[in-house]
């Protein structure tokens, strides 16, 4: 029978780099800092009265519980693609 798809690949990755494997961390302001720049890059400027804000700002202002939401559903995102944030997220067996 053949290597299984899930292994095939991975133990020589592995050794090649076993970092790649073990994560980022982020402090929690780095993390805030990298939702707002993904907030920036995919929506519009806002226009409240004329005046234009930048998306994560005006939300930061608008509805920061709705924002804080967004940004636990941001770190949720980061933990699936093996990044923790300091005191949110952990490694596995950390």
Known sequence: MGTPIFTEGFIEAFNEDPG??????????????????????????????????DPSRAWKVVDPIAYRCGFNDFVSQLEEDHRYVEGITYPPNS
């Not at 805030?32 to 993904?38: A, G, N, P, R, S």
Request: some cysteine; hydrophobic content about 35%.
């Open 20 to 53: 790649q494997f073990v994560g980022i961390t982020y402090s929690e302001r780095e993390a805030l800092e990298l939702f707002d720049e993904h907030l920036d890059e995919c929506y519009d400027w806002v226009k409240i009265c004329g005046m234009e804000y």
